[in-house]
């Protein structure tokens, strides 16, 4: 079997580091990552988007927090000049006026801002360690800042992962948004149901999370909480985008694979392993090669990527594959 073209779009998580302990993130549940030691060094990052001359789209997020990479500014800045679309998530506590001002310097095309809940009490809940009038104050500040040069970029969008204990304040972010001056609000589900691993093993605690907490479960009709956020973002002006809940009937035809990310794009992670996406989490699932003992090109026409691609074109993907959100078309 030949290869797909190299990918077009690119993830590489920068840093494996972060400052809060999300509920929802495996991070909460693993030991802490020094911020040096568990980031990407531009080298590696220019040798990577160097190697893929067709890239389109570079998308510097992995686990950790961007803002926490050293070398994240130069890092946009050298994507930026190669013409390739750049932009990352940030939980925004870390978004200062000083920061904002080289993002969009460095030529930052998109920025995601995690806020997922409208008040305090829910949203410090879940992205513990962080204070919403922290991240209101660096956003507003980085719009007062867009603002002030009329720059068009980065594309701004506020993004919200619903959960039984937050689905009621979706209207109540849509409302922030507006005031805040942020143009998008993208809502989607837990990323993945962790159903592949074991019942007391290492993915136990986030399994348990997702088991609690996650929309689909079919108990909590999220319809009512959707359509009052849609009402009011199509009054305020502000474009939203809500998730499936109820996973949608296979549709396929035979031999079209139920995810065309392996095909597409891939996830590097800071320490060089290839992964097929983010959505698996964890360094030990659907690792593919690793960058640093072959080249990407290598890996990516590698055996070990060509069987795997071969299971998404089946009935059977790979374990994997089954809990995750996109593949359910639910994400």
């Avoid at 506590?93 to 969009?104: G, K, Q, W």
């Avoid at 809940?125 to 500040?141: M, Y």
């Avoid at 009621?168 to 962790?194: D, I, K």
Wanted: hydrophobic share 45%.
């Amino acid at each position: 079997m030949t290869a797909p073209p190299l990918p077009r779009e690119l993830q590489v998580e920068v840093t494996a580091a972060c400052n809060l302990r999300c509920r929802m993130c495996l991070v909460r549940y693993r030991p802490a990552v020094d911020r040096r030691e568990g980031s990407l060094g531009l080298d590696r990052l220019k040798a990577l988007v160097d190697a893929l001359p067709d890239l389109e789209r570079l998308t510097l997020q992995g686990l950790g927090e961007p803002l926490l990479a050293p070398d994240l500014i130069a890092m946009v800045a050298y994507a930026a000049a190669r013409g390739i679309d750049v932009g990352f998530n940030t939980n925004g506590t870390l978004l200062t006026r000083r920061i904002a001002e080289r993002l969009v310097d460095a030529g930052l095309a998109w920025l995601h801002i995690s806020l997922d809940g409208a008040t305090a009490g829910t949203y410090e809940g879940i992205r513990d360690g962080a204070r919403l009038a922290h991240v209101e104050r660096n956003v507003r500040g980085l719009v007062e800042l867009m603002r002030a040069r009329r720059a068009q970029r980065p594309a701004l969008s506020l993004v919200v992962v619903a959960m039984r204990r937050n689905v009621a304040e979706l209207t109540g972010v849509v409302r922030l948004a507006a005031e805040w001056g942020v143009p998008t609000v993208r809502v989607q589900n837990l990323a993945h149901s962790f159903s592949d691993t074991e019942r007391e093993g290492a993915y136990r605690a986030i399994r348990e999370f997702t088991e609690a907490e996650a929309l689909w479960q079919g108990d909590m009709p999220a319809d009512a909480a959707f359509a009052e956020a849609r009402r009011v973002a199509e009054a305020s002006g502000v474009a939203l985008r809500l998730p499936t809940v109820e996973p949608a009937a296979p549709a396929r035809p035979p031999g079209t694979p139920g995810c065309v990310w392996p095909w597409t794009g891939a996830y590097v992670r800071h320490d060089g392993g290839v992964q097929p996406c983010c959505m698996l989490m964890g360094e030990d699932r659907g690792v593919l090669g690793d960058v640093r003992t072959a080249s990407f090109a290598t890996v990516w026409a590698g055996s070990v990527y060509e069987r795997f691609r071969e299971a998404l074109e089946g009935d059977r993907p790979p374990e994997v594959c089954r809990g995750c959100s996109m593949y359910r078309g639910v994400f």
